[in-house]
């Protein structure tokens, strides 16, 4: 299983960033997909998760700001980020519990991550 994540780059304060991530593999389903960001010396947090049926959770400091959703059709999960601060600057890492077609176990899987760095 392979978690696949675009979307990050540079963009100026105030301004938008649209992040995605698609599993692929061996995949019987999924259950809770999310984003978590960890800066420069600091510890990975929480962005935001969805449920497969579409319920969302957000880290209080990104919620009005932030929307997570998910295509289930596509084991897709996306994050939509406006009004973006340079304390937003960060690796943005997703999120995924799958149960495996082989084991029919649910693990946590991670994707690379990808640089969001908003500028001041």
């Known amino acids: 299983v392979q978690l696949q994540a675009s979307g990050g780059g540079l963009v100026q304060a105030g301004g938008s960033l649209r992040l995605s991530c698609a599993a692929s593999?061996?995949?019987?389903?999924?259950?809770?997909m999310g984003w978590y960001r960890q800066a420069p010396g600091k510890q990975r947090e929480l962005v935001a998760t969805i449920t497969s049926g579409g319920s969302a959770n957000y880290a209080a400091s990104m919620k009005g700001r932030f929307t997570i959703s998910r295509d289930n059709a596509k084991n897709a999960v996306y994050l939509q980020m406006d009004s973006l601060k340079p304390e937003d600057t960060a690796v943005y890492y997703c999120?995924?519990?799958?149960?495996?077609?082989?084991?029919?176990?649910?693990?946590?899987?991670w994707g690379k991550g990808t640089q969001v760095t908003v500028s001041s």
């Open positions: 593999g061996s995949i019987f389903s999924i259950d809770t």
């Open positions: 999120n995924a519990r799958i149960r495996l077609r082989t084991t029919m176990r649910y693990s946590d899987y």
